[in-house]
């Protein structure tokens, strides 16, 4: 794994050896790649890596959303992985808790709700043709 503490809390049933940024088969399948997470032990909806300086992986839809909407128990103050890369990054509001996050999320909201990207539609529709034209003419994409 990594030289990383293994935290005495964590059973070491829950730990894995896995790195989200290479897990195993990314260059062939990356679908199969994170099926490899899953495949260790089905039953296991939250696993423990010391990859990337240790974090919590959640491997179902029910864990994920309560990572998700639980902010007491799952903060988004530190969201970049490893991390001691998240302190210097101020991603408002996604590293930002309830209440704060509230203010942040009607103003981002009136922009980004449908009606208001709906209305955008034929000038996002006329950049995105302009830069694949652009793609095209180019032959190539990076």
């Given at each position: 794994?990594?030289?990383?503490?293994?935290p005495?809390?964590?059973?070491?049933?829950?730990?894995?050896?896995?790195?989200?940024?290479?897990?195993?088969?990314?260059?062939?399948d990356?679908?199969?790649a994170?099926?490899?997470l899953?495949?260790?032990?089905?039953?296991?909806?939250?696993?423990?890596?010391?990859?990337?300086?240790g974090?919590?992986?959640?491997?179902?839809?029910?864990?994920?959303?309560?990572?998700?909407?639980d902010?007491?128990r799952?903060?988004s103050?530190?969201?970049?992985?490893?991390?001691?890369?998240?302190?210097?990054?101020?991603?408002?509001?996604?590293?930002i808790?309830?209440?704060?996050?509230?203010?942040?999320?009607?103003?981002?909201n009136?922009?980004?709700a449908?009606?208001?990207?709906?209305?955008?539609?034929?000038?996002?529709r006329?950049?995105?043709?302009?830069?694949i034209?652009?793609?095209?003419?180019?032959?190539?994409c990076?």
């Amino acid at each position: 794994m990594t030289d990383t503490v293994i935290p005495a809390h964590i059973p070491e049933s829950l730990i894995r050896d896995f790195n989200i940024y290479t897990p195993p088969g990314l260059d062939d399948d990356f679908h199969l790649a994170w099926a490899t997470l899953l495949q260790e032990d089905d039953s296991c909806p939250l696993v423990w890596t010391a990859a990337n300086e240790g974090h919590w992986l959640p491997t179902r839809s029910a864990i994920i959303e309560e990572v998700l909407t639980d902010f007491t128990r799952f903060s988004s103050r530190s969201i970049i992985i490893p991390k001691s890369h998240s302190a210097d990054h101020g991603l408002l509001p996604t590293t930002i808790d309830p209440p704060e996050h509230h203010f942040y999320r009607k103003t981002l909201n009136q922009t980004i709700a449908p009606a208001a990207v709906n209305a955008m539609g034929d000038d996002i529709r006329g950049i995105v043709t302009s830069l694949i034209d652009g793609f095209a003419e180019k032959g190539e994409c990076n």
